[in-house]
C-alpha cells in the first residue's frame, strides 16, 4: 500500500531533551514536507525537501532541523523543544513537488513539549 | 494578506443540503489548484483537483476563477459523513494551505 509513516503517533518529552520525528514513504517520490498545525493558523511549512540532499527552510524553521539522506525517509529533529513547538506535525510527499498531484500525507505526530 | 483564504466557518447545515465553500489567492502565478478534506485530528486527504474548466466528482464541483484568483467548492445533498473540515490549496512553487472551513452536517 503506497503511504507516508510517521512516528511516533503521540509524544510527551520536556523542554530541552532532543528528539525524532521519522517519515518514511514507499512511492519513490522526490519531493517529500513537513508541516506543522495549530489551531487557527492552518498548515504551516517547516522544512521541505526536493530530493536526496536537498532541503530549504519554509515558513516556520526555528528549532528544527531536518536531513535527506536517503529518498524514502525525512526525519525531523527538534535539538531542544520548547512549549511553542506543542503542535500536531504533518509529514508530505510528492511525486512531482506537489504541481500536479498533490500530496500524501502521514497520520501525524501530536507532540506536548512540557 | 494571507497567500490563501477562506471563511473559517463554521456552516452548519442540514442533511440535503447544498453548501458553497469559496477561497481566494493572492499570487496569480499559481499553476495549481486542490481541496483537501481533514477530519478531526486526522492527516488532510486529496478530495479533488481543481481545472480551470471546472470539474465534477459526484455531489462535489470545483470551479477556478482566475481572473479574480478563487475557487469554490459545491457539495450537493450534504451527507452526515461530509461534516470536516475543508482546505484549500494552491501550488505556486510549493503548496499553500487556507487555514480551512470546518462543516458540520446535521440530522
Known amino acids: 500500500e503506497a503511504q507516508v509513516t510517521q512516528n511516533p503517533r503521540y509524544l510527551i518529552t520536556v523542554t530541552g531533551k532532543k528528539l525524532t520525528v521519522t517519515c518514511s514513504q514507499n512511492?519513490?517520490?522526490?519531493?517529500m514536507s513537513w508541516y506543522r498545525q495549530d489551531p487557527g493558523l492552518g498548515l504551516r511549512q517547516i522544512y521541505y525537501?526536493?530530493?536526496?540532499?536537498?532541503?530549504d527552510k519554509g515558513d516556520v524553521p526555528e528549532g528544527y532541523k531536518v536531513s535527506r539522506k536517503e529518498k524514502r525517509n525525512f526525519p525531523l529533529i527538534l535539538e531542544s523543544p520548547s512549549p511553542n513547538q506543542t503542535s500536531l506535525y504533518f509529514c508530505?510527499?510528492?511525486?512531482?513537488?506537489?504541481?500536479?498531484?498533490?500530496?500524501?500525507f502521514g497520520s501525524g505526530t501530536r507532540l506536548t513539549v512540557v | 494578506r494571507k497567500e490563501v483564504e477562506q471563511d473559517p466557518g463554521p456552516f452548519n447545515v442540514p442533511e440535503g443540503a447544498t453548501v458553497a465553500f469559496n477561497c481566494t489567492y493572492s499570487?496569480?502565478?499559481?499553476?495549481?489548484f486542490f481541496w483537501y478534506r481533514q477530519d478531526c485530528r486526522k492527516e488532510p486527504k486529496l478530495l479533488m483537483s481543481?481545472?480551470?474548466s471546472g470539474n465534477e466528482d459526484g455531489r462535489f464541483t470545483a470551479q477556478l476563477n482566475r481572473a479574480s484568483q478563487y475557487i469554490s467548492l459545491l457539495i450537493r445533498d450534504s451527507k452526515l459523513s461530509d461534516s470536516a473540515t475543508y482546505l484549500c490549496?494552491?501550488?505556486?512553487?510549493?503548496?499553500?494551505f487556507g487555514a480551512g472551513t470546518r462543516l458540520t452536517v446535521k440530522p
Open positions: 508530505a510527499s510528492s511525486g512531482t513537488g506537489g504541481s500536479n498531484y498533490g500530496y500524501t
Open positions: 481543481v481545472y480551470s
Open positions: 525537501s526536493m530530493n536526496v540532499e536537498v532541503t
Open positions: 512511492m519513490n517520490h522526490e519531493y
Open positions: 490549496v494552491v501550488n505556486v512553487y510549493d503548496m499553500r
Open positions: 499570487n496569480s502565478a499559481s499553476q495549481s
